[in-house]
T-cell receptor, first 113, second 111 residues
Framework: KAGVTQTPRYLIKTRGQQVTLSCSPI?????VSWYQQTPGQGLQFLFE???????NKGNFPGRFSGRQFSNSRSEMNVSTLELGDSALYLC????????????FGDGTRLSIL | EDQVTQSPEALRLQEGESSSLNCSYT??????LFWYRQDPGKGPEFLFT???AGEEKEKERLKATLTKKESFLHITAPKPEDSATYLC????????????FGTGTSLTVIP
């Protein structure tokens, strides 16, 4: 059974640009969550999507947005990139998001120059 | 206010030297407590889910336990391949069931 797949694995951007990250969940999983991981802050919750709807949102500015498609695949977009956006962005999926473990991809390492 | 606190931040053990990692939480109405292992350059790998106080789960050299305010991950006779960062997370209903992660314990097992 294939795990969570995130693309690309690495990205280098400059300040002011925008970026789109992609996540393919485990087959049959309908809940997809996104996290930002930095050495100082640990995993910070960005948002969760279920059945193409944003069901939950963390405390990040509006520059961070996402969407989910009918096949449960999800994308995350960050506009007007800032140096502080450099991080590992992780996607996690679960069956329906309740009382179940989330399964993570290996992330996209985003570096802002 | 931190929902999840893990201690210690870092732990160095000799191979075979057993120890425990702690995860304390302040959320009420816990839906589940989850333990993960994360290797450098990888995403977190799921280890255990605990749902109620008194529950225990085991896998190889790892055993997770849960009380009303904290969880322990016991590592028995660790090997160098157990070196990783161990994360715990809690899921609570009051914020839409989102997961709150601790900042992890970095474990190094020395041969």
């Amino acid at each position: 059974k294939a795990g969570v797949t995130q693309t690309p694995r690495y990205l280098i951007k400059t300040r002011g640009q925008q970026v789109t990250l992609s996540c393919s969940p485990i087959s049959g999983h309908r809940s997809v969550s996104w996290y930002q991981q930095t050495p100082g802050q640990g995993l910070q919750f960005l948002f969760e999507y279920f059945s193409e709807t944003q069901r939950n949102k963390g405390n990040f500015p509006g520059r961070f947005s996402g969407r989910q498609f009918s096949n449960s695949r999800s994308e995350m977009n960050v506009s007007t990139l800032e140096l502080g956006d450099s991080a590992l962005y992780l996607c996690a999926s679960s069956l329906d998001g309740y009382n179940q473990p989330q399964h993570f991809g290996d992330g996209t390492r985003l570096s802002i120059l | 206010e931190d929902q999840v606190t893990q201690s210690p931040e870092a732990l160095r053990l000799q191979e075979g030297e057993s120890s425990s990692l702690n995860c304390s939480y302040t959320v009420s109405g816990l839906r589940g407590l989850f333990w993960y292992r994360q290797d450098p350059g990888k995403g977190p790998e799921f280890l255990f889910t605990l749902y109620s106080a008194g529950e225990e789960k085991e896998k190889e050299r790892l055993k997770a336990t849960l009380t009303k305010k904290e969880s322990f991950l016991h590592i028995t006779a660790p090997k160098p391949e157990d070196s990783a960062t161990y994360l715990c997370a809690v899921q609570a209903p009051f914020t839409g069931n989102q997961f709150y992660f601790g900042t992890g314990t970095s474990l190094t097992v020395i041969p």
